[in-house]
């Protein structure tokens, strides 16, 4: 078999990080999700106090960071300025809040990552903060 590219070791150096990090900066809690390059969950953290609601939101950022090769920041500004509705693309895992980034290995997308439990703004940094941090961790 194959050895994926982000492996689990990878996906946990990047909570890690992020537990570090947000230890540090002492604002809300949040939940991390990492997909595959197919959109399955390939692992998850939340931390503690984190709202129950923002465990699917950050699976459902991930998701659709990795299938639509973008951020879903991007894909809310498509959303908009094409007139689109989320039921355009026939697939009810997709989110448009702000806060999932596609990891791509250069050209190779390899994952997506989901952060949620913080503003929208603050989700958005956060994950694109987190995703610098990849695959270099």
């Known amino acids: 078999m194959k050895t994926p590219i982000l492996t689990a070791q990878h996906c946990q150096a990047l909570g890690r990080w992020l537990t570090q990090y947000t230890k540090k900066d002492k604002l809300n809690p949040v939940c991390l999700a990492i997909t595959n390059p197919e959109g399955a969950l390939q692992y998850f953290l939340r931390q503690d106090h984190a709202p129950l609601r923002t465990i699917a939101i950050a699976q459902a950022k991930?998701?659709?960071?990795?299938?639509?090769?973008?951020?879903?920041?991007?894909?809310?500004?498509?959303?908009?300025?094409?007139?689109?509705?989320?039921?355009?693309?026939?697939?009810?895992?997709?989110?448009?809040?702000?806060?999932?980034?596609?990891?791509?290995?250069?050209?190779?997308?390899?994952?997506?990552?989901g952060i949620s439990g913080r503003s929208l703004k603050e989700d958005h940094a956060l994950a694109s903060l987190l995703s610098s941090k990849s695959p270099t961790i």
């Open 62 to 113: 991930a998701y659709t960071a990795t299938r639509m090769g973008t951020s879903t920041l991007a894909f809310q500004k498509r959303l908009q300025v094409e007139n689109l509705q989320l039921q355009d693309f026939v697939d009810s895992q997709l989110c448009s809040l702000p806060g999932g980034i596609p990891l791509y290995l250069d050209t190779l997308l390899i994952g997506g990552l």
